[in-house]
Nanobody, 114 residues
Framework: QVQLVESGGGLVQAGGSLRVSCAIS????????VGWYRQAPGKQRELVAT??????TNYADSVKGRFTISRDNAKTVSLQMNTLKPEDTAVYYC?????????WGKGTLVTVSS
């Protein structure tokens, strides 16, 4: 069974940096895509960044140039967030696509104070 566990969320001031990580257990390989999504209070979950099997990345326009997705190995995915803004406040979820199924973590809360 594939499980995803996020860590690294917390409270940070606007302009600061934070790194969230995702540990994936179960069968997953570098051929599987991974990504980060977020959901702010009262809003729908939205894409933040994804990394395809070939290593190609995709970012939401709102985070381009500030956030970087990385993958240390098949089972560890991180999101480096710089120059954080109050509107980045959300629960951040890790996602993995395996055999045409989506797997999700429970999320980690990131709060950016102004």
């Amino acid at each position: 069974q594939v499980q995803l566990v996020e860590s690294g969320g917390g409270l940070v001031q606007a302009g600061g940096s934070l790194r969230v990580s995702c540990a994936i257990s179960g069968f997953i390989s570098l051929t599987n895509s991974v990504g980060w999504y977020r959901q702010a209070p009262g809003k729908q979950r939205e894409l933040v960044a994804t990394m395809a099997s070939g290593g190609g990345t995709n970012y939401a326009d709102s985070v381009k140039g500030r956030f970087t997705i990385s993958r240390d190995n098949a089972k560890t995915v991180s999101l480096q967030m710089n120059t954080l803004k109050p509107e980045d406040t959300a629960v951040y979820y890790c996602n993995a696509g395996i055999n045409n199924r989506d797997f999700w973590g429970k999320g980690t809360l990131v709060t950016v104070s102004s």
